[in-house]
């Protein structure tokens, strides 16, 4: 079992920034790759950003390009979300994942319980 708690979210006004992060522990040898999604009421949950652990590549969806940028600690197994210029339509709530292996963009094993980012207008 892998445990994921996340933190950093919050209320901040358009244009501003936020940080969250996502500790990971437990059975965390072999790890793959760690990442965020978000879910906006009514909508269906999407990719935010990932990264492969070993390499620390990113990626990420086109809506955050320039403006999220994704770190890792790799002694602390933990994933930073650094969200800059922040705009309402990223309200959402946030779920850190993470995998094993590589099964795809959205299929990971484990999800955190989610932290809600709400960005006013």
């Known amino acids: 079992q892998v445990q994921l708690v996340e933190s950093g979210g919050g209320l901040v006004q358009a244009g501003g920034s936020l940080r969250l992060s996502c500790a990971a522990s437990?059975?965390?040898?072999?790890?793959?790759?760690m990442g965020w999604f978000r879910q906006a009421p009514g909508k269906e949950r999407e990719f935010v950003a990932a990264?492969?652990?070993?390499?620390?590549?990113?990626n990420y969806a086109d809506s955050v390009k320039g403006r999220f940028t994704l770190s890792r600690d790799t002694d602390k197994i933990t994933v930073y979300l650094q969200m800059n210029s922040l705009k309402p339509e990223d309200t959402a709530v946030y779920y850190c994942?993470?995998?094993?292996?590589?099964?795809?963009?959205?299929?990971?094993?484990?999800w955190g319980q989610g932290t809600q980012v709400t960005v006013s207008s």
């Open positions: 994942a993470f995998r094993y292996n590589d099964y795809g963009t959205s299929k990971y094993d484990y």
């Open positions: 437990g059975r965390t040898f072999g790890i793959n790759a």
């Open positions: 990264i492969r652990w070993s390499l620390g590549i990113t």
